[in-house]
């Protein structure tokens, strides 16, 4: 060794030096990617926020639930595909018995890491019940739970205290219904409360085998999962908290999945990075302009409605997206139970109608102010409101702010701002079932999540009534009626649910993904080569 | 010597507390809940209840205050109660990284600004005197995170020599992934160093002392690498040290723009999700960063110089 080392020149090394940089530029290939290339197939994907927690009964945002999919078998998971719908996982068997029953029967032999054993019935009903032991901030997924009764080892029903239809799409193939050894978290946390980034154990495909804040995290097969085998032996999963960077991220190869803003789609579809197919989803979001019925401005239904029909639709869609996402029709998106086919006021909207209101309200020279966060979109959007609303005679004055302030600017735990908010612009996510739209506008939510003020006793009504009905068409009734009831009140005028486009590299991966876009990763495939 | 560092380390600490407290204060007056941002649409009042007796922010200001510079004493940064983390675990995990930018920035503007802030002075009103001018006012003029985003597109997405995001893993990985970040750090501030030194170089290539060197016969070179610049460098020396809040401000650009851990990344994260203890226990290492790197300096400038070695 000595010898090499003592023949090796300074020209030497530099003809070396310049073979292996020119060698690794003409392949194309980034320096750090022939250094580390991995041994296997890795899946490498971004994540749009760092990782909080891994625990699913403590669970913050969704993208959490992505990685959580991947750790954790459920009872039952989101089908992939166009259409929303479920398939069993780590349960055999699970049926409504009665309206507040859910009897589930386990697969025998699927086992935790860390030789915590097979998974039974007793981890079900531990993974459920410390999630309202702990008041955990996820207890809403699971509606009125009440307990688990074990009938043997693999065998449980769910118990519920009143009828809660939106288990099946809230709660058992979601988040909250991840199942995690009690004994390892007992071992670990002593009291079964939250355990942060430190799983303890895992019951899925992957185990989180690293985990470096803010750099990335690693996913390895899981030696112990006896179920479907997944199709990558990695998964690097990086936190790009900005979408232009992980867009980049896409573009330079160090990816090979990636969300992409609305804004980029265009420039993708037209000039698509090479081996790329880009894919439209539709978006569980909804997007909609809200008035503070309780503001003096505000308060006459005339002025409201004025601003409901000013309003075209089809125009700010058009601008603002450049046409890429749907028209909304209500506040639940498409796909899903209760979404309306279309709106009381017409997309286009009637200037001469919505003149008629004013008149009928008796005011003239009417100033009002528009609020929105300032992440691009919605202040784009509250501009061409600005713009459509002085055809009408209105002058908008536009406030724009940090998601983080705005966030609570129609809160009343937060000061007095709310008394002066009135016209605003609400961007929400959701999960598939209508009930998680209509929860922020029942009268509990006044002067918290529901900015507006709207309170409907028939709209808290039939917002517990629709819990209960299994019937999705009966169902489906209800939310149309809630839904027009907020149309009516002339607090709201829906925009959009948004889209959501993704791009892959054909050559490294076959996606699958829920009908709103959501990447399902134990679902991806290696591409065909 | 003794007297002066235990001076700095005393301001060190008035600094940083002084910081901390606007900070806290600040954090406070601004509208947000925190309960609300991150529990989200459906939390219950008493759910937040919960979240605010976690976190401690149920106690009256004074209290919460105390409590931190309590912890400090310890050593305790506080918790994070979303990530089951002490903030001192992860604030200390990202700093490295930062650092690193920091180190890496001042080593691309140093080598880039040293040669050709001398080769200005000495050829003075030159061509090439004129073209480093210009350059150097055109890096000033390009903010760092504009730098970082063609940068980005240029050796990351169009000819994919590079990385574009993260901190790579392993020393090999890790210096490749630094190269890009690091030069839209540095290179902006490659125009004041230039600008800096060749003023310092020509008033120092005046004077009487170099004058003799010359008479002596001392070749050119020596005259400016052994004589000139040792002394014309010193005011670069203690901008550099002041120069790491600028540094630090750029690195939180730059670390979004390249998807790169570090302390930038985090404290912008944790503005937006409002939480406290993250901005309290990150803002305190930031700033008591910049008075060492501060005392750094002024230690280097008593090193070159003897003169103000002994008024130290």
């Known amino acids: 060794m000595e010898g090499i080392i003592n023949n090796i020149d300074r020209?030497?090394?530099?003809?070396?030096?310049?073979?292996?940089?020119?060698?690794?530029i003409a392949a194309g290939m980034p320096l750090s990617q022939v250094i580390w290339a991995a041994e296997g197939k890795v899946l490498k994907v971004a994540l749009p926020m760092e990782l909080a927690t891994l625990d699913p009964g403590f669970y913050g945002a969704s993208y959490e639930v992505n990685v959580m999919n991947c750790l954790y078998s459920k009872l039952t998971r989101y089908k992939p595909g166009s259409e929303w719908g479920w398939d069993l996982e780590a349960a055999e068997q699970i049926e409504q018995v009665d309206p507040t029953h859910i009897r589930f029967r386990l697969k025998k032999g699927i086992k935790f890491s860390g030789g915590y054993g097979e998974i039974t019935a007793k981890d079900v009903k531990f993974s459920f019940e410390r999630i309202f032991k702990h008041k955990s901030p996820d207890m809403p997924d699971l509606g009125s739970f009440d307990h688990v009764e074990l009938e043997d080892d693999y065998t449980g029903v769910i118990v519920f205290k009143t009828p809660y239809v939106p288990v099946w799409y809230l709660a058992l193939p979601y988040a909250t219904?991840?199942?995690?050894?009690?004994?390892?978290?007992?071992?670990?946390?002593?009291?079964?409360?939250?355990?942060?980034?430190?799983?303890?154990?895992?019951?899925?495909?992957?185990?989180?085998?690293?985990?470096?804040?803010?750099?990335?995290?690693?996913?390895?097969?899981?030696?112990?999962?006896s179920g479907p085998k997944a199709g990558f032996d990695e998964?690097?999963?990086?936190?790009?908290?900005?979408?232009?960077?992980?867009?980049?991220?896409?573009?330079?190869?160090?990816?090979?999945?990636?969300?992409?803003?609305?804004?980029?789609?265009?420039?993708?579809?037209?000039?698509?990075?090479?081996?790329?197919?880009?894919?439209?989803?539709?978006?569980?979001?909804?997007?909609?302009?809200?008035?503070?019925?309780?503001?003096?401005k505000l308060k006459d239904i005339n002025v409201r409605k004025a601003i409901q029909w000013a309003i075209n639709v089809p125009q700010i869609v058009d601008a603002a997206y450049a046409g890429y996402v749907n028209v909304a029709t209500g506040s639940i998106a498409p796909g899903l139970i209760g979404?309306?086919?279309?709106?009381?006021?017409?997309?286009?909207?009637?200037?001469?109608?919505?003149?008629?209101?004013?008149?009928?309200?008796?005011?003239?020279?009417?100033?009002?102010?528009?609020?929105?966060?300032?992440?691009?979109?919605?202040?784009?959007?509250?501009?061409?409101?600005?713009a459509q609303l002085s055809q009408i005679g209105i002058t908008v004055q536009v406030n724009t702010q940090d998601p983080g302030s705005y966030a609570t600017i129609g809160q009343e735990s937060d000061g007095d701002r709310w008394k002066d908010l009135q016209l605003f612009i609400r961007n929400d996510s959701s999960l598939p079932d209508p009930s998680y739209y209509m929860g922020t506008f029942v009268k509990a939510q006044v002067g918290v999540w529901n900015w507006e003020r709207f309170s409907s006793d028939r709209f808290d009504e039939l917002n517990v009534q629709a819990m209960a009905i299994e019937d999705p068409n009966e169902r489906a009734k209800l939310y149309h009626e809630m839904q027009d009831l907020m149309e009516k009140s002339g607090a709201y005028r829906f925009l959009t649910?948004?889209?959501?486009?993704?791009?892959?590299?054909?050559?490294?991966?076959?996606?699958?993904?829920?009908?709103?876009?959501?990447?399902?990763?134990?679902d991806f495939k290696p591409a065909q080569t | 010597m003794l007297l002066y560092l235990c001076k700095r380390l005393v301001l060190a600490v008035t600094i940083s507390v002084t910081a901390v407290t606007l900070l806290f204060l600040m954090i406070h007056a601004v509208p947000g809940d925190i309960a609300s941002i991150l529990l989200g649409p459906r939390a219950t009042p008493e759910m937040k209840a919960q979240l605010y007796q976690q976190m401690g922010l149920d106690k009256p200001l004074v209290v919460q205050l105390a409590t931190f510079f309590g912890g400090l004493l310890h050593g305790d940064l506080g918790f994070d109660v979303f990530s089951q983390r002490p903030v001192a675990d992860i604030v200390l995990e990202q700093l490295p990284y930062t650092l690193e930018l920091i180190l890496a920035s001042i080593l691309w503007a140093a080598a880039i600004a040293i040669p050709l802030g001398c080769y200005s002075a000495v050829r003075r009103n030159s061509a090439m005197d004129h073209i480093v001018g210009v350059m150097a006012v055109s890096t000033i003029a390009i903010p760092s995170f504009v730098m970082a985003v063609y940068a980005l597109l240029i050796f990351a997405v169009s000819l994919r020599w590079l990385p574009a995001i993260g901190a790579g893993e392993g020393f090999a990985d890790e210096l490749i992934h630094l190269l890009l970040p690091s030069f839209a750090v540095g290179v902006g501030w490659v125009g004041y160093i230039a600008r800096l030194l060749r003023a310092s170089m020509l008033e120092t290539l005046g004077e009487n002392h170099?004058?003799?060197?010359?008479?002596?016969?001392?070749?050119?070179?020596?005259?400016?690498?052994?004589?000139?610049?040792?002394?014309?460098?010193?005011?670069?020396?203690?901008?550099?040290?002041?120069?790491?809040?600028?540094?630090?401000?750029?690195?939180?650009?730059?670390?979004?723009?390249?998807?790169?851990p570090g302390i930038g990344a985090l404290i912008v994260q944790a503005v937006?999700?409002?939480?406290?203890?993250?901005?309290?226990?990150?803002?305190?290492?930031?700033?008591?960063?910049?008075?060492?790197?501060?005392?750094?300096?002024?230690?280097?400038?008593?090193?070159?110089?003897p003169r103000i070695r002994e008024e130290l």
């Not at chain 1, 020209?11 to 690794?24: D, F, H, V, W």
């Not at chain 1, 008149?359 to 929105?372: H, I, M, P, R, Y």
């Open chain 1, 497 to 522: 649910n948004g889209a959501t486009p993704v791009v892959y590299r054909t050559t490294k991966v076959q996606p699958a993904t829920r009908p709103d876009g959501v990447p399902l990763y134990v």
């Open chain 1, 235 to 296: 998964i690097r999963i990086v936190p790009i908290t900005d979408i232009k960077t992980a867009e980049r991220a896409y573009q330079a190869g160090d990816i090979d999945f990636a969300t992409i803003s609305l804004d980029s789609l265009a420039t993708f579809k037209s000039n698509p990075p090479p081996d790329t197919k880009v894919e439209e989803h539709s978006s569980l979001r909804i997007i909609w302009l809200g008035m503070n019925m309780d503001h003096p």
């Open chain 1, 11 to 24: 020209r030497t090394l530099l003809k070396g030096g310049a073979a292996l940089g020119g060698g690794i």
């Open chain 1, 177 to 225: 219904g991840h199942i995690v050894s009690e004994q390892a978290v007992m071992e670990a946390t002593k009291d079964g409360g939250n355990f942060g980034m430190k799983p303890p154990a895992f019951s899925g495909p992957y185990v989180l085998a690293d985990w470096k804040q803010n750099q990335y995290t690693l996913l390895t097969r899981n030696p112990e999962w």
């Open chain 2, 210 to 260: 170099i004058r003799t060197v010359r008479a002596f016969g001392v070749s050119e070179w020596r005259v400016i690498t052994r004589y000139a610049l040792p002394l014309a460098i010193l005011p670069t020396v203690t901008i550099l040290g002041v120069g790491i809040a600028w540094l630090l401000s750029a690195a939180v650009f730059v670390e979004v723009v390249f998807a790169r």
């Open chain 2, 272 to 305: 937006n999700s409002r939480n406290y203890p993250i901005v309290m226990g990150t803002v305190l290492v930031t700033t008591f960063l910049i008075v060492i790197a501060t005392t750094v300096s002024d230690l280097v400038n008593a090193a070159l110089d």
């Open chain 1, 339 to 386: 979404h309306r086919e279309k709106a009381l006021v017409p997309p286009e909207g009637d200037l001469a109608k919505a003149k008629e209101f004013l008149d009928k309200a008796a005011v003239s020279d009417l100033q009002l102010t528009l609020d929105c966060d300032n992440s691009g979109i919605p202040s784009i959007i509250a501009q061409i409101i600005q």
